[in-house]
Structures are given as structure tokens and as C-alpha cells.
């Protein structure tokens, strides 16, 4: 009964920027925190960013620092990815999930997960 969504994604040329949202639909619910990954084709899904909500602490994969900006509000289960100097290699799909107490970057602590977003940089 609860369904995260994800939307934002497009098509934007190397250099742009993008500003991903994900709102939760349907029940409410609780977590220690959300996040974002993404997989390319033919790669496997891999971290981006996350933020706990109690003291409201941020992480980032090394690939994204700098660049992007994981933002949210845990009332209202919504969270948001500013990304900026967009490149080729953030081409992906896109996905917001809510986690539980745990490693941030540790896939198997969300349980809940959207359907992604595409975002392709082209160059």
C-alpha cells in the first residue's frame, strides 16, 4: 500500500541540471531515512546519495560530491536530488527508496522502493 514515485528525469545536455523529486503515495509510514541510487544498463544499481532524518545527516557517493544535493522532508515522506554540472556517466535510471536503521549505502536496509526515473546527460 505504499508506492514511492519518482519524477524529474529527462534528457539534458552535459553541463545541466536536473532536479529529481519522489513523493510517497498511498498509506503513510515511518523510516530512518531515504536515499538514491541508480543503474546503468548493464551495471549494477549503485549508491548516490542518502539522508537520515534524526539530526538530519547527508551522504554521497565520491562520484556525485560536490555536484548533487539530497534534500527532503520526513513528515511528508518526499525527497528531492538537485544535480548539477550534469555528465555522460550520471546517464541512468533513477531510484528513491526508504531505509531503515543501517549502512545508508547498503541496498538491502530499504524496503521501500519507486520505479525510477531515466535521466540521460548527452555530450
Known amino acids: 500500500q505504499v508506492q514511492l514515485v519518482e519524477s524529474g528525469g529527462g534528457l539534458v545536455q552535459s553541463g545541466g541540471s536536473l532536479r529529481l523529486s519522489c513523493a510517497a503515495a498511498g498509506r503513510t509510514f515511518s523510516s530512518a531515512g531515504m536515499g538514491w541510487f541508480r543503474q546503468a544498463p548493464g551495471k549494477e544499481r549503485e549508491f548516490v546519495a542518502a539522508?537520515?532524518?534524526?539530526?538530519?545527516?547527508?551522504n554521497y557517493a565520491d562520484s556525485v560530491k560536490g555536484r548533487f544535493t539530497i534534500s527532503g522532508d520526513n513528515a511528508k515522506n518526499t525527497l528531492y536530488l538537485q544535480m548539477n554540472t550534469l555528465k555522460p556517466e550520471d546517464t541512468a535510471v533513477y531510484y528513491c527508496a526508504a531505509r531503515r536503521l543501517g549502512s545508508v549505502i547498503d541496498p538491502s536496509g530499504y524496503y521501500y522502493w519507486g520505479q525510477g526515473t531515466q535521466v540521460t546527460v548527452s555530450s
Open positions: 539522508i537520515t532524518w534524526r539530526g538530519g545527516g547527508t
